[in-house]
């Protein structure tokens, strides 16, 4: 049995020794391009993944992957790729492993025992974390796209752990890092009347308008466009603001899926209050998705299938709703930091006293250096009730003057901490000084301007009497 696909032998030359794919600033018109196609056996088909070369299930005009499925002639196959990972990153921005499925529980699955063709493993799989890949060969070669489509998703969805992502079309798959990562190759295949039996049923259904990536566009391009609105690039997640500065990032494909899911969130959420921003959200989208492939958006078609991977669009909020301890009464905290006016002409009453309320007491958690002086005991002591007590002796100033006085001329036995500093700039600031983390500065808001000005120690002294 001989099954239509393509395969790519010229990009193993290009891929990363350690990751398997092609990195950043790397060559992929390699992978773009340079695909065969072929009528290959299970035998031709593990020979060519020994080699590391690529595979794709279509076989595609002039052998390129062209953008919105143009050039996809007909298919022979069904990948499944089977990643178990979570659907999000941790704090520190690395995937969640998610283990679903083991290549032994694969195996065991009643529809891989049917039709499985080849079992492999995908470049990215590590001990502990198993990734792979599940080959279904078709006795019927599929024409229709969106038949096709529908078809994987029915597929995928008996097959735990598996990432709907790579339904899209057509979708490239890196081959195996090393020969050993062939696991089997059963030669099975998903017989004709399979297929000609789904065909009849998927031609009952509804026809779909759009496409489930034009979806997000559209949702992108909805969103109120004005030379006075908000900066959008201000508001977004540091995973953002990181990749439209033009910074690396280790996973491309993940990396750009969080960048729509974070765009699409903040149209939803402005749409619903009418606010509009200065550039458009897919202007911004195709901006990043530039800065971490390093070429067109309109290239190959790979932009518009990472919108298509993007799940749930209307339901979708700004992370920092999700970050945050206030939930969504953060993205208003940081509509207020970013545009005091917008925050103050949209946001209702009811917002602004819950945001007030919710800022919480600062409390004094730095230890008294005494608690740590050895010199008036060499016995271990309890310690606790001394640091509360002297904590509780501690003066908080009621004033940038009295802070400076402790700070400088003041006895020499007053302890003021850190906490204690803040504790007096809230008290005479409040909502109006903001900490910029990133560039390790304090700011002022003006009230008759409507402007930020650095907060530094030159204009605490100028406003002491």
């Known amino acids: 049995m001989k099954f239509i696909c393509s395969i790519n032998s010229v990009v193993a030359k290009h891929v990363d020794a350690i990751t398997g794919k092609i990195e950043a600033k790397g060559n992929f018109t390699s992978f773009n391009e340079n695909w065969e196609a072929l009528e290959a056996s299970t035998e031709e088909l593990a020979a060519h993944l020994k080699q590391k070369s690529g ?35 941790d704090r520190d921005g690395n995937k969640v492993q998610k283990q679903e499925l083991t290549v032994e529980e694969a195996l065991e699955l009643d529809i891989c025992k049917k039709y499985l063709t080849i079992a492999y493993y995908s470049p990215s799989t590590s001990e502990g974390w198993p990734r792979f890949r599940l080959v279904f060969g078709l006795e019927k070669p599929i024409i229709d796209a969106n038949f096709y489509q529908w078809f994987s998703k029915e597929i995928y969805k008996q097959i735990p752990g598996s990432d709907v992502r790579a339904t899209t079309i ?37 026809v779909k308008s ?98 298509s991977s993007v799940r749930d669009t209307a339901s979708l909020l700004p992370a920092i709703s999700l970050a945050s301890e206030l939930g969504p009464l953060a993205i208003w905290k940081k509509v207020k930091s970013v545009s005091r006016s917008t925050f103050d002409r949209y946001a209702t009453d009811e917002d602004k006293e819950k945001l007030a309320s919710a800022r919480k007491k600062q409390i004094n958690s730095v230890l008294d250096a005494s608690v740590f002086e050895l010199s008036t005991s060499t016995q271990v002591e309890d310690t606790s009730n001394q640091t509360q007590s002297n904590l509780t002796q501690m003066k908080t100033p009621d004033s940038p003057k009295e802070l400076v006085d402790l700070q400088g001329g003041g006895s020499a036995n007053q302890k003021v901490t850190e906490n204690t500093i803040a504790d007096t700039l809230i008290s005479n600031l409040g909502g109006n000084l903001l900490y910029d983390n990133t560039l390790d500065q304090f700011y002022r808001y003006d009230q008759e301007l409507g402007v930020w000005y650095l907060y530094d120690e030159q204009h605490t002294r100028l406003r002491l009497p």
């Not at 005009?61 to 990153?89: C, F």
């Not at 559209?218 to 995973?239: F, N």
């Open 55 to 89: 595979l794709c299930a279509w076989h595609l005009h002039e052998g390129k992957r062209k953008a919105n499925r143009t050039g996809v002639i007909k298919a022979g196959l069904i990948i499944v790729d089977i990643d178990n990972q979570a659907d999000h990153k």
């Open 210 to 307: 759009t496409d489930e990536g034009d979806e997000t566009i559209e949702i992108l391009k909805s969103a109120q466009v004005s030379p006075r609105g908000i900066d959008l690039t201000s508001l977004v997640s540091h995973t953002v603001r990181s990749v439209l500065d033009g910074e690396e990032v280790l996973d491309r494909s993940s990396t750009m899926a969080s960048v729509a899911k974070e765009l699409v969130g903040w149209v939803n959420w402005l749409n619903e209050r009418k606010i509009a921003v200065r550039v458009s959200p897919l202007t911004t989208a195709q901006d990043a998705f530039y800065n971490i492939y390093e070429y067109h958006h309109d290239e190959n078609g790979k932009f518009y299938r990472i919108l």
């Open 170 to 206: 057509p979708n490239l798959f890196y081959g195996p890092k090393k020969e050993t990562d062939l696991i089997c190759t059963p030669g099975r295949f998903i017989p004709a009347k399979k297929t000609d039996d789904a065909l009849r049923f998927f031609a009952t259904l509804p």
